[in-house]
């Protein structure tokens, strides 16, 4: 793990040296607070001095995955790293917790640190469930779709096969047998009707952030637009979802 991962969620991090960080670390009147301390997340790519951390990562790819309606490309390694690193620092606290010279000051800066975890744990988890709902959705979409299947890990897709598997399975022996013979097949495409298998709406429309001067987009009327970087649009989400998959804007 690379040593810049120690210091992805701010002070105080967990590491190999967090017990002697935390037992050191200045008072916290040592650090100005900043008048806009909890008013949001700063803007992704703004950031021209600093890189983007791996909880920043997370929060805009996790963003992206619950204002999309298709599924994204799956962030397998990064989650694997935080994962690593929430556990790292769970270890830590621990071994202060059970420290018996551990002071009042040392312990409420341990409930910091755990607070954090929480809330990266919680981020987590709702990524993982966005991604889970989208996957039994348009089960069958996706198994039928190659193209979609490098955007999953591989127990993502063989979630989404048995997924489809066992609801088709269910159809036919509940429902489908007792149709007439022309009527049996979920492949069925009725005019004016919904189809059988949903598929995601990629005319649905979505606020797209741009992250940098994005080049001419063709809208559904035929006209071409451009956005420029920090500019906001209302578009389908058809119209920006190469930019997505290129990280030149972000949903919001």
Partial sequence: MPADWEDDFG???A???FVDRARNAPNDDDFPIADDFGGGRPPILAQDAAEETSF???IRHWLNERNAPDILPGQEMLLGRLLDHIRK????????????????????RIMLVQTEIERVKFVI???????LHKIEKYARHIATTPEIHERLSKA???HAKRYAKTVEYH??????????PQQQSLNEDV??????????DKLRPVFAHALVDCPPMRLPDGSATEMQKGQISLTPYHVVEHLLLRGEVELV
Avoid at 171 to 180: E, G, R, Y
Wanted: proline share 14%; no cysteine.
């Fill in 56 to 58: 920043q990562q997370l």
């Fill in 11 to 13: 002070a105080p991090v």
């Fill in 191 to 200: 005019a004016f009707m919904p189809p059988m298998i949903p598929a995601p």
């Fill in 15 to 17: 590491g190999p040296s």
């Fill in 125 to 131: 988890r709702s990524y993982v469930r966005t991604r």
């Fill in 171 to 180: 159809f036919n022996h509940a429902v489908l047998q007792s149709l007439p």
């Fill in 89 to 108: 620092q769970s270890n830590d606290v621990e071994l202060l917790r059970a420290d018996p010279d551990s002071s009042e000051e040392e312990h409420f």
């Fill in 156 to 158: 993502e897709l063989d």
